[in-house]
């Protein structure tokens, strides 16, 4: 199975700032990529598709890229609403595996 | 508005058995593949299974291969998993969820997950 490495496992930054999460799949994947934000006690929500296409009602702050098998979320200007975990997730074959989550704080 | 409500989850022993259900509504359920993944509390999130539109085919995580059953009945738009077997390693939070349009495996709506709690 492909595996997914996210990192780092979590990071604090302060309000306004750039913050950049990195996801590695073991094998290609096309951009079968996909971002998630699981906010505490909540399921979590789509935010990124097809590596960079940001999916209806995120905020524009949130971008995806790719360059072969990495891929990387920026967050633009860091907002207190979007402390949470995030996930990468794979979807172009069966198992959709997912990163091990990357928690983001506000200092 | 996609809907997705989960039910069934309890406190179970080892050993026991369980069914989750799943109901939906919003969208056209029998043209849509559907999944459970699960979530072990303050952990990662990992896929259970899967089941087509019509229930011919269905698919399984290693981890719950020949425990768990995927089911659906297109009729009363519901989903649902058999449990058996149950393990202390099967504690989690199960989310069912639909999936976009254009990508069959990748989760674009979800419940708000129902809490099985596998303990002595």
């Known amino acids: 199975d492909i595996q997914m490495t996210q990192s780092p496992s979590s990071l604090s930054a302060s309000v306004g700032d750039r913050v950049t999460i990195s996801c590695r799949a073991s094998q290609g994947i096309s951009n079968s990529l996909a971002w998630f934000q699981q906010k505490p006690g909540k399921a979590p929500k789509l935010l990124i598709f097809a590596a960079s296409n940001l999916h209806s009602g995120v905020p524009s702050r949130f971008s995806g890229s790719e360059s072969g098998t990495d891929f990387t979320l920026t967050i633009s200007s860091l907002q207190p609403e979007d402390v949470a975990t995030y996930y990468c997730?794979?979807?172009?074959?069966?198992?959709?595996?997912f990163g091990q989550g990357t928690k983001v704080e506000v200092k | 508005e996609v809907q997705l409500v989960e039910s069934g989850g309890v406190v179970v022993q080892p050993g026991g058995s369980l069914r989750l259900s799943c109901a939906a509504s919003g969208f056209t359920f029998d043209d849509y593949i559907m999944h459970w993944f699960r979530q072990p509390p303050g952990k990662g999130l990992e896929w259970v299974s899967l089941i087509t539109w019509d229930g011919g085919s269905t698919y399984y995580a290693d981890s719950v291969r020949g425990r768990f059953t995927i089911s659906r009945d297109n009729s009363k738009n519901s989903l649902y998993l058999q449990m058996n077997s149950l393990t202390t390693e099967d504690t989690a939070f199960y989310y069912c969820t639909k999936p976009a349009h254009y990508a069959d495996y990748l989760p674009e709506s979800w419940g708000q997950g129902t809490l099985v709690t596998v303990s002595s």
């Open positions: 997730q794979k979807y172009n074959t069966v198992p959709p595996t």
